[in-house]
């Protein structure tokens, strides 16, 4: 405008404020002590500056049950004890409030965000809030039906085997897979049977396993067309 035009030539002309003067005015300290006649030191402008401490990201690796099932630890930093909420997946935030860098002048101090990093279990995997898991059963137990123990992140349970079930078939466990923190419901667990065939060279057996083979009513491979 026509008034800031005048009060910049003003300033100009007795040494104050001038856009010509490259790096003169560090902060906005720099600018109020020239507008009103003192330096930021005399001010006190920057020791009354209230600042928000900043935050801070720690990333931690858990074990798969630890992440399922949530527990507390300490850390390293500042001895700090933190609750990990059951269900934590790979890559999750953990918020821990207050636990960041120190405020300024009393602000608030910043947060403290755990990044989750979970190791891969040898016998389950998880998709979603679903727990897969491979379970070997023999043939006759494949054939006959029957119940077999299996091991959840809540104790272990029975479960039965239906007859006839075939290998690679999928049997559910609901409400035995992992927790959904925002949800609080559970997926499921899902048995995935691996019918294993004992390793003989007994005669008695083989001619059993011959007579087994001759069940088969049809080609088993029939659908293996490209």
């Known amino acids: 405008t026509r008034q800031y035009k005048q009060w910049k030539s003003a300033e100009q002309q007795k040494g104050g404020f001038s856009?010509?003067?490259?790096?003169?005015?560090?902060?906005?300290?720099?600018?109020f002590g020239d507008f009103f006649g003192f330096s930021a030191g005399e001010s006190g402008f920057a020791n009354s500056m209230v600042v928000k401490g900043r935050d801070i990201e720690y990333e931690i690796?858990?074990?798969?049950?630890?992440?399922?099932?949530?527990?507390?630890?300490?850390?390293?930093?500042?001895?700090?004890?933190?609750?990990?909420?059951?269900g934590v997946k790979e890559g999750s935030k953990v918020r821990?409030?207050?636990?960041?860098?120190?405020?300024?002048?009393?602000?608030?101090c910043g947060?403290?965000?755990?990044?989750?990093?979970?190791?891969?279990?040898?016998?389950?995997?998880?998709?979603?809030?679903?727990?897969?898991?491979?379970?070997p059963v023999t043939v006759y137990e494949a054939m006959a039906g029957g119940k077999i123990i299996i091991p959840t992140i809540d104790g272990?349970?029975?479960?039965?085997?239906?007859p006839k079930s075939q290998n690679g078939q999928t049997l559910k466990l609901k409400g035995k897979g992992a927790l959904n923190p925002k949800t609080g419901n559970?997926?499921?667990?899902?048995?995935?049977?691996?019918?294993?065939?004992p390793k003989t060279e007994e005669?008695?057996?083989?001619?059993?396993?011959?007579?087994?083979?001759?069940?088969?009513?049809?080609?088993?491979?029939?659908?293996?067309?490209?």
């Open 19 to 31: 856009t010509d003067e490259p790096g003169k005015y560090q902060s906005y300290e720099d600018i």
């Open 61 to 86: 690796t858990i074990d798969f049950f630890s992440a399922l099932k949530g527990f507390e630890t300490e850390i390293s930093m500042e001895k700090i004890k933190v609750k990990i909420p059951p």
């Open 96 to 108: 821990v409030a207050g636990k960041g860098g120190q405020g300024i002048n009393s602000a608030h």
């Open 111 to 135: 947060d403290l965000y755990l990044i989750i990093h979970i190791k891969s279990h040898p016998l389950l995997r998880r998709y979603g809030d679903n727990i897969h898991m491979d379970v």
């Open 156 to 162: 272990k349970v029975n479960m039965k085997i239906p």
């Open 186 to 197: 559970k997926g499921n667990l899902l048995i995935k049977l691996k019918v294993l065939v």
């Open 203 to 226: 005669k008695e057996i083989l001619d059993a396993v011959e007579k087994l083979n001759s069940l088969y009513k049809e080609d088993i491979r029939s659908g293996l067309v490209f």
